[in-house]
């Protein structure tokens, strides 16, 4: 939507005003929904990721309060499950004689609060890194195998690596910059990135700013230090991030706009890459809370709602001011 009417110009002209003294606002990202997600079981997305080797296969989980369970879905929301299960199960639309099909169980995980999901050529990644108050002392990452959705009815964790903030000595701090909804890969490592909270009510007071850290070690017996790498002073409530599947952009997504970098010229600060930042309408898009890519320039984004929205990088607006 165009903030800059032709109307208020033509009137500043009329006047004699000077252009500068009217400023015009970014245009704001609102995509129409391609479609919704019609399972109830999967009520409340938090993380998406596209398979890497299953072609038109998106994984998505809940946020807290689930059990430990995965969704295999289609890029316009409909559900995968088991070719056999249908006999007794039905994906979305109700059938007589059948249950809604409840997902694919993730033997030997815990549920706390699972904020987002990543994949390569081996494993999918589950963070369990959601931490609103601050006070967690058990964050960690599940190593998932990925199974064929039509041939399997559950997954395992493969390995749990616990994970922790070397900054973070109080449980809550006093500047509460250890909550992470945003986990990715690259070049065979995972990443996360954090989403400040001020100091009112939690859950709804954000601050700007994140830190994005790389996890160096997997050690299963032991906690494995989360190394700070690179900053961004103005990302407000960081709530996704994914890696397209060339390596060349990192998507972000946040409480009121999407962010894109560029990859860094070398190593992995992706933060202070140069990024364009894309304001948009919480109206339309509402609780953003995951992005994936379906291909180097198309992105899938998800909303707590269960809305899903394909977002073209050739129709994005100008960017604004970051």
């Not at 704001?28 to 890497?52: N, W």
């Not at 995951?290 to 960017?319: G, K, Y």
Request: charged share 20%.
């Amino acid at each position: 939507m165009r903030r800059f009417p032709e109307l208020l110009l033509a009137l500043a002209l009329a006047a004699g005003l000077p252009l500068l003294s009217i400023a015009a606002e970014p245009d704001l990202l609102a995509p129409t929904p391609i479609a919704s997600v019609l399972s109830e079981p999967l009520s409340e997305i938090s993380g998406l990721v596209r398979s890497p080797g299953r072609e038109g296969v998106i994984w998505a989980h809940n946020d807290s309060g689930d059990s430990a369970r995965v969704f295999a879905i289609t890029p316009l929301g409909e559900s995968i499950l088991p070719t056999y299960s249908r006999f007794t199960a039905f994906g979305d639309t109700p059938e007589a004689g059948k249950e809604q099909w409840q997902g694919f169980p993730v033997l030997n995980a815990g549920h706390v609060d699972w904020e987002d999901i990543a994949a390569d050529e081996h494993y999918l990644y589950i963070a369990d890194t959601g931490n609103n108050s601050n006070d967690r002392r058990d964050l960690g990452i599940y190593l998932v195998s990925e199974i064929d959705p039509t041939a399997s009815t559950r997954t395992a964790v493969i390995q749990h690596l616990p994970v922790f903030y070397p900054e973070q000595t109080e449980f809550p701090p006093a500047e509460r910059h250890f909550d992470s909804e945003s986990l990715f890969t690259f070049a065979g490592r995972l990443y996360l990135i954090t989403k400040h909270r001020g100091g009112g009510l939690t859950g709804l007071d954000f601050a700007p700013g994140a830190h994005l850290y790389r996890l160096d070690t997997r050690s299963t017996e032991t906690p494995n230090a989360l190394k700070r790498i690179d900053s961004h002073p103005a990302i407000l409530g960081a709530t996704g991030a994914d890696v397209s599947p060339d390596g060349s952009r990192l998507a972000v997504t946040a409480q009121d706009a999407l962010w894109l970098f560029e990859r860094p010229a070398s190593g992995d600060l992706w933060l202070s890459a140069p990024g364009s930042r894309y304001p948009f309408d919480r109206r339309v898009l509402k609780q953003l809370e995951a992005v994936t890519w379906l291909d180097n320039d198309t992105l899938l984004l998800a909303n707590e709602q269960r809305d899903l929205f394909r977002v073209d990088l050739a129709d994005l607006p100008a960017p604004a001011a970051p």
